[in-house]
């Protein structure tokens, strides 16, 4: 599949977890917008962590956050309802090998997946909140998916804290809800 494919089927591909608790289609997040969102929210984390002394090139976590999503072109999301654990991790990896995209953008993925760097680790956090701040928007129109905002926020905690940037995390949510 080619880039251009890539990005037509992830312009049009709703993420799976709002359609399955009844946020419509017409209304659900899209893909290439949670991979935005984690990409923007990567980038701001990275930028913290470096003023915190923290060795990170922002550009970089920004960049694999950007791409984390992408191997969804050909496989669709796939639902953590589907219980397909290292499965699905197996079928991400090899529907992302498929992709006819430069080889850069295969090694990015590789390291969000091994979550290798300080870079991957602050791209996972990002994808993990960039589902909380949508999950958060959803509730605020009455659609439940609560269990989505719980869980998208304990696994960005549990990340940060896995990762070293746990008060990176906190600096970053104090200025969130300030703002």
Do not use: C, N
């Amino acid at each position: 599949m080619k880039l251009y494919e890539v990005l037509t089927a992830l312009s049009s591909l709703a993420r799976t977890g709002w359609m399955l608790r009844g946020v419509p289609h017409a209304v659900a997040e899209s893909v290439s917008e949670h991979l935005f969102a984690s990409a923007l929210i990567a980038y701001e984390i990275a930028l913290l962590a470096r003023k915190r002394g923290i060795p990170v090139e922002p550009e970089r976590a920004m960049a694999i956050a950007l791409v984390h999503d992408l191997a969804e072109a050909v496989i669709g999301d796939i639902s953590k309802r589907a219980g397909l654990g290292e499965e699905k991790e197996r079928i991400e990896r090899e529907a992302f090998e498929s992709l006819e995209v430069e080889e850069e953008l295969k090694d990015l993925h590789r390291e969000y997946a091994k979550g290798s760097s300080t870079e991957a680790i602050i791209a996972r956090v990002a994808d993990s909140l960039a589902t909380y701040l949508v999950a958060t928007r959803y509730m605020a129109l009455g659609y439940r998916v609560d269990d989505i905002a719980q869980g998208s926020i304990e696994k960005a905690w549990q990340v940060a804290r896995e990762g070293a940037v746990e008060e990176v995390l906190k600096e970053f949510l104090s200025r969130l809800s300030s703002r």
